[in-house]
């Protein structure tokens, strides 16, 4: 779990994105069948899964680990397997993996979800910030800003179309 060659992830070869597993941390089930929580170093991981856990993400993940990169998770966590969170509303499952570290949540294609959070009070504007700084720096190390064979002349006439900004909100 803490090391490269347990856990699989070498963070010192560069791993700049990481999905959570969807599990739960538990180590079997008690003779009540009832779930025993992982405890690893000192943490114990509270019984949901691993993408609303901010024990796992931001403290074994980025505090424990050092991983620097975004963290990916997608709707299956809100919709198929929301394990520890199934009594929430899609919302509060949203917003709990956002505040669990998750910097993204592939699947949403609009930015309604975020402002309606947003506006609940449910995720903070610095938590957001953190995100997007976090995935505009990969994108900026992917080099996905810039396209040498790109025609400048063009952006104008591109760049802000309404039929595109349509499709974007």
């Not at 599990?23 to 009540?32: E, L």
């Not at 170093?41 to 993400?57: C, I, N, Q, R």
């Not at 064979?149 to 499709?167: E, F, L, M, R």
């Amino acid at each position: 779990f803490y090391t490269t060659t347990r856990t699989g992830i070498d963070l010192a070869a560069g791993v700049s994105a990481i999905m959570p597993y969807y599990g739960i941390a538990m180590t079997g089930r008690d003779a009540s069948n009832k779930p025993i929580p992982l405890t690893y170093d000192g943490m114990t991981f509270p019984l949901t899964g691993f993408s609303f856990s901010s024990d796992m993400v931001d403290g074994l993940l980025r505090g424990k680990l050092g991983f620097q990169g975004y963290v990916n998770t997608d709707t299956g966590i809100v919709t198929m397997t929301p394990w520890g969170m199934e009594w929430k509303s899609e919302q509060v499952r949203i917003a709990t993996a956002i505040n669990a570290g998750a910097d993204t949540l592939s699947g949403y294609s609009t930015n309604a979800t975020i402002k309606s959070l947003l506006d609940q009070g449910l995720i903070t504007q610095t938590r957001v910030n953190q995100a997007v700084k976090r995935l505009l720096k990969e994108q900026f190390q992917l080099v996905l800003f810039e396209n040498p064979y790109i025609d400048s002349s063009q952006a104008d006439s591109t760049v802000g179309k309404a039929d595109s900004v349509a499709k974007a909100q």
